[in-house]
């Protein structure tokens, strides 16, 4: 198995030696700024992630298993060509000015491309005399067609991925959405069987009949609140700061019932160490002791590199 790392000239030794101390990797050949890794199989991923941990980061991964001479034949391979019909590509390839005629050549061979809402990454680095290349499909099983072009913004995929096991939801169930616009959690919820009351003073792009939509901010919510029935779940994706996020679920656990599941995004700074990311949650974890346990901080395939998805249960006794 291969990677192709692109890092700052400046710390390539550095990162070099941080690769050779993982165990999976038997093979570093250094072509700056490039680093060309071989690996044992099954540590992709985690080898991935810990390109993008740390003080030293890598700028991108390029993930390749095949080669050509000649680019034009990356749109006649085999990996590109499976289910064609089925696939929207985003391009990503080193050096940059590659990347434009790549997309202008698999577009003119009756390919879909788009930079934001895509299935698969074409990944092609060209390491004279070849150009090694890869396909690889977003976010596992997140990343169809029909769900990609059909859905208001990219985080639905993230709650798919998070309540992956507890859909479709019961009969009454009822999920509180702070934050909701445009609506991504509130369509995949509702999609799912829940009774959706979506909080936000923006704009919800999705109609379905179960939602119920607030239009304004949470803190202005709470009587309208206090009369509906108490909610199964409580989601959050906001764009704010972990303990600011924090405060606003305790402000909302009296709406919540008994063993009531929290589901909510860290934004956290860009490529966060791992003690940002333990400060962040210990100090959310703190917050919210009071009315909440069980808490449990995940890496899900959907966050980016500077996210993290928290999930929380209501204490049945407070």
């Known amino acids: 198995m291969s990677i192709v790392v692109h890092v700052e000239a400046s710390q390539l030794a550095r990162f070099e030696r941080k690769l050779l101390a993982f165990d ?29 941990q740390g003080r030293i980061a890598a700028q991108r991964v390029y993930q390749v298993n095949a080669s050509c001479s000649d680019a034009g034949w990356i749109a006649w391979s085999q990996e590109m060509n499976k289910d064609k019909e089925n696939r929207v590509f985003k391009v990503m390839a080193y050096p940059n000015h ?47 067609v029909d769900e990609i072009l059909n859905v208001p913004c990219r985080a639905y995929h993230k709650l ?4 992956a096991d507890c859909v479709p939801f019961k009969d009454g169930y009822h999920a509180l959405d702070i ?21 936000d003073p923006g704009e919800i792009t999705v109609h379905v009949e179960n939602i119920i939509h607030l239009p304004m901010l949470l803190e202005q919510a709470f009587d309208h609140l206090k009369t509906m029935k108490k909610f199964d779940l409580c989601v959050c994706d906001i764009n ?10 305790a402000s909302v656990a009296p709406f ?40 449990k901080l995940t890496w899900l395939h959907a966050n980016t590199i500077n996210e993290r998805t928290l999930f929380a249960k209501k204490k049945a006794f407070v």
């Open 24 to 52: 999976a990797v038997y093979d570093v050949q250094c072509k700056e700024p490039l680093l060309f890794v071989k690996f044992a199989p099954n540590a992709q991923e985690e080898l991935i992630r810990l390109c993008f």
């Open 98 to 144: 590659l990347q434009q005629k790549l997309v202008e050549m698999i577009a003119h061979e009756g390919f879909r491309v788009h930079p934001k809402d895509y299935t698969h990454e074409l990944h092609v680095v060209y390491a004279a005399p070849l150009f090694l290349f890869g396909v690889i499909e977003r976010n596992g099983e997140f990343g169809h």
């Open 160 to 163: 798919a991925e998070a309540l």
């Open 179 to 199: 934050g909701a616009s445009p609506g991504g959690w509130t369509e995949f919820l509702a999609k799912n069987g829940a009774h959706v009351v979506a909080v």
């Open 240 to 249: 704010i700061r972990p303990h600011k996020m924090a405060q606003l679920i």
């Open 256 to 295: 919540l019932h008994p063993n009531a599941t929290v589901v909510l995004t860290f934004k956290l700074s860009r490529r966060p160490t791992q003690t940002a990311v333990d400060e962040a949650f210990n100090s959310v974890c703190k917050t919210l002791s009071k009315g909440f346990h069980e808490f």
